[in-house]
């Protein structure tokens, strides 16, 4: 809870550990599914090109679940890690099967791969959880992704643990999606499962429906602002005829006559529904009357020339 900076962060996980912050399960696999495939052949390159592993890798599964269940398949001896973001202490729990380091071992050391593979037995060994961290890393790189869209993880991915100290592991409850991927070779295979709880993953599809909402706003905008453009307004020019007091004003009769100011002329103004635009001098082009556009309206230089007659 430390880590939490508002009360709505608080608020928000209280609410995931009694309900579970979960979206429509179709959308969420419907993601997942879409993330999984994303990065199945650029994983396949990667390993077998520039790591050097002969292993086959593939999208087997894509299911709601719960983070608390990534080792429920795992059996008794895995490697896990637990991968933050910027927005999550736990953004990617990633748990490799046995089998799934013996097919990485065969693969990066030089195995026959049409021969059998061992099955380890026990706790890894310190080298065995170095592989596993490399498999890790590599799935979290493909899986991070870039732009709006990225899970921002924060790399390099932690050692993976194992034994006891991965049985042992608390992990924070919550909706989740499950991905599991094949690690295989003619005669074994392996599964490495990935979990991202559903809060990251539909903040993540929040952020890229808001930019395409957003895009979508700015093109309305446009469009509303091209319109409103095109619509007609009325124009009037007024011109200030004389300052009296309001005894004066009260005293004013049928048939008076006003003076206008000496330089009234020159301080005509537009305006367009009770706006005033701009400053303007009153002329006449032949027989018609005319205005002349000196400068913007000022309100504030305006009103002070009120508090302060010339």
């Known amino acids: 809870m430390s880590g939490l900076a508002t009360m709505d962060d608080s608020r928000a996980l209280v609410i995931e550990r009694l309900v579970g912050d979960s979206g429509e399960a179709s959308h969420v696999i419907g993601a997942g599914r879409s993330m999984g495939e994303r ?7 990667r390993l077998s090109n520039e790591i050097g592993a002969q292993v086959s890798i593939e999208l087997r599964t894509v299911e709601v679940s719960r983070t608390i269940d ?3 398949q795992a059996g008794g001896n895995f490697a896990m890690t637990v991968v933050p973001s910027s927005t999550s202490s736990d953004a990617l729990t ?4 046995a089998q799934a380091v013996a097919v990485m071992i065969c693969g990066l050391f030089g195995g026959d791969p049409d021969a059998a ?18 498999v890790f890393e590599e799935i979290a790189q493909a899986l991070n992704g870039s732009g709006k869209r990225s899970l921002d993880l924060r ?3 932690p050692r993976a643990m194992s034994g006891q100290e991965a049985r042992r592991r608390v992990l924070r409850d919550g909706a989740a999606v499950r991905l599991v991927f094949g690690l295989s070779t003619p005669t074994e295979s392996g599964a ?3 979990m991202i709880p559903q809060r990251v993953l ?3 599809r929040s952020g890229a429906a808001e930019d395409e909402e957003a895009v979508a706003k700015t093109e309305w905008q446009e469009r509303f ?3 409103v453009m095109r619509s007609a307004v009325t124009l009037e020019a007024t011109m200030p005829l004389a300052r009296m007091t309001l005894g004066d004003l009260a005293r004013l009769h049928t048939g008076q006559v006003l003076e206008i100011e000496e330089n009234a002329q020159a301080r005509a103004q537009l305006s367009a529904r009770n706006k005033t635009l701009f400053v303007c001098e009153f002329g006449k082009l032949g027989q018609n009357y005319t205005v002349r556009i000196k400068q913007p309206f000022d309100a504030g230089q305006d009103f002070i020339d009120g508090l302060m007659p010339g």
């Open 39 to 45: 990065i199945v052949s650029p994983l396949q390159k």
């Open 70 to 72: 990534a080792r429920s």
């Open 94 to 97: 990633m748990v490799m099967d």
């Open 117 to 134: 593979i061992t099955p380890i037995e026990r706790d890894l060994s310190p080298l065995e959880a170095d592989i596993a961290t490399l």
């Open 155 to 157: 790399f390099p991915v």
């Open 192 to 194: 490495v499962t990935v």
């Open 202 to 204: 539909l903040t993540q």
């Open 225 to 227: 602002s091209e319109e």
